[in-house]
């Protein structure tokens, strides 16, 4: 399971890519994630692949 509560990303520089962003996603779901140009669609797959950290949130 994946599962995030209230995850907020900032960049130095103030730059919020993620605002309190919550979702559990179970064994065997499928989620399709899309957005415009700086949504924060590979700042939210990057922390899913724990590449990156979250500001807060867990």
Do not use: N, W
């Not at 209230?6 to 605002?19: D, F, S």
């Not at 996603?25 to 899309?34: I, S």
């Amino acid at each position: 399971m994946i599962s995030f509560q209230q995850v907020c990303k900032r960049y130095p520089g103030g730059y919020e890519a993620l605002k309190s962003i919550s979702f559990d996603l179970k064994k065997g779901e499928m989620a399709f994630l899309t957005g415009h140009s700086g949504a924060g669609k590979s700042t939210l797959l990057k922390l899913i692949a724990a590449i990156e950290r979250p500001t807060s949130g867990i």
